[in-house]
């Protein structure tokens, strides 16, 4: 393994995605338009909600305005980490192929890839969380970031294994929606939760714990240190399944 053609590897990686204009267009514009359209359609009106990490009986009074800024902050990156993701390997499959026949080690490929997409989560997460500031004032600004990272690796790690897995990009394109959309975008709302029942399906759902940290963070002065480490694991653990599929597809006979 050389650290040179690693250095190539990000790089090139980082310039490809630099290249595609739309991406980074798209990258400024979706939080910023999901945060505008809570601004112009919700209420201020306090609403309690449960929060379930930090305590079964622990509710917090906020507006629904407030929780809402927060709730599709963390939704909305992680809807753009998991997609990225998902291009990252998708788009570069044949690319990765030659580099290995041109003399690059899977583990190098790898680690690029890795690079660039944390690069990615952690640009996401500080704009995010800096645009949602200006909507909504953080209590613990540095530390809701934090959260948003999480949700970000959770999700670039499970973009990951999708890319990994599926080769056409519509299936790819689904399977990110299917999942994303029904847990970031809807089951991890704080308000829908403490109304829900089987609330124990929701905990196992992969932006739980990453959405807990955030919420927790920006809102109270609770410890939010077991729902980072269960994010943690969380993410570790599909991208661990990514990097088997990964040297799997990537060997060569």
């Not at 645009?131 to 973009?159: A, E, K, N, P």
Request: aromatic share 12%; glycine share 6%.
């Amino acid at each position: 393994m050389k650290l040179n053609k690693i250095t190539i590897g990000l790089s090139m990686i980082l310039r490809m995605l630099v290249r595609q204009k739309i991406v980074i267009i798209l990258l400024l514009l979706i939080p910023a338009f999901f945060l505008t359209m809570v601004q112009i359609t919700t209420s201020d009106r306090i609403l309690p909600f449960q929060l379930a990490s930090v305590g079964e009986e622990v509710f917090i009074n906020i507006s629904e305005k407030a929780i809402s800024f927060i709730f599709f902050a963390v939704a909305s990156s992680g809807f753009l980490v998991a997609f990225l993701a998902l291009n990252l390997v998708q788009k570069n499959n044949d690319v990765n192929r030659r580099l290995i026949l041109c003399g690059y080690h899977p583990i190098e490929l790898l680690i690029s890839i890795l690079l660039a997409l944390f690069s990615v989560i952690v640009v996401i997460a500080i704009y995010t969380g800096l645009l949602t500031s200006v909507f909504y004032s953080i209590d613990h600004l540095g530390s809701f970031i934090i959260g948003l990272v999480l949700i970000g690796f959770v999700y670039g790690s499970y973009g990951l294994v999708i890319g990994s897995l599926v080769k056409a990009e519509l299936e790819g394109i689904l399977l990110i929606v299917l999942l994303v959309n029904i847990d970031a975008g809807w089951l991890q709302n704080p308000l829908f939760y403490a109304e829900a029942q089987n609330q124990l399906i929701i905990k196992f759902l992969p932006a739980y714990f990453p959405s807990q940290s955030a919420i927790i963070t920006a809102v109270t002065d609770f410890s939010a240190t077991v729902a980072t480490v269960n994010s943690l694991v969380y993410g570790f653990g599909f991208l661990v399944i990514s990097m088997l599929i990964f040297f799997y597809k990537m060997r060569m006979k």
